[in-house]
């Protein structure tokens, strides 16, 4: 069974600029999280998905982050426009329902210079 | 917000060692588990265990849910359980899958 994929691994973008993020998650995998987790931190939770709704996106800075999973399954997350402070692994998780046990991707590491 | 308290931040063990590391939590939850973070990110979740005891190999992890306190144990230490140990709860009254992480136990196992 392949696990959540996730793409780019590694990104470096200047402050200001946009970047997008993306997730496929396991095959039938109904809940869809994006964490942030900052070095030296723990994961947090940015925004979590049932199906191709949004559950909860109360810890996503709207004003620069939008997150998007069309037709129930990819998702994209984007930030627009960068911060220093988001440099960070942001890291993709499914989980059958929310009641599940999460799978987690690799991540992609977005250093902002 | 709940707080979730892991000890100690930084372990080093020989290879063969046995350990014991702490997570409390500040209230009530009705959903934890234990993570392993590799040196090269992926993240593994090792047990879902909101009370009791569960056992897996060497890895074995104990919930006392009433004194608000959660103990994962790793037994015969080897190079490949180096990385860092996360803790995670969902304080919310019905299981939400939002999982609120600690800030991890770092674990280097020397051969």
């Known amino acids: 069974e392949a696990g959540v994929a996730q793409s780019p691994r590694y990104k470096i973008i200047e402050k200001r600029q946009s970047v997008a993020f993306w997730c496929n998650p396991i095959?039938?995998?109904?809940?869809l999280y994006w964490y942030q987790q900052i070095l030296g931190q723990g994961p947090k939770l940015l925004i979590q998905?049932?199906?191709?709704?949004?559950?909860?996106d109360s810890q996503l800075p709207k004003d620069r982050f939008s997150a998007e999973r069309l037709k129930g399954v990819d998702s994209t997350l984007k930030i627009q426009p960068a911060k220093l402070e988001d440099s960070a692994v942001y890291l993709c998780a499914s989980s059958l329902d929310r009641t599940g046990v999460p799978f987690f991707g690799s991540g992609t590491r977005l250093t902002v210079v | 917000g709940i707080q979730v308290e892991q000890s100690p931040p930084d372990l080093i063990l020989q290879e063969g060692a046995n350990s014991t590391l702490r997570c409390n939590f500040s209230d009530s939850v009705n959903n934890l588990q234990w993570f392993h973070q590799n040196p090269w990110g992926q993240l593994i979740n090792l047990f879902y265990?909101?009370?009791g005891t569960k056992q897996n190999g060497r890895l074995s992890a104990t919930t006392v849910a009433t004194e608000r306190y959660s103990l994962l144990y790793i037994s015969s230490s080897q190079t490949t359980d180096s990385g860092v140990y996360f803790c995670a709860v969902d304080p919310h009254s019905s299981n939400t899958g939002k999982l609120i992480f600690g800030q991890g136990t770092t674990l280097q196992v020397k051969p």
């Open positions: 998905f049932q199906n191709n709704g949004v559950v909860d």
């Open positions: 095959s039938g995998h109904a809940t």
């Open positions: 265990i909101p009370s």
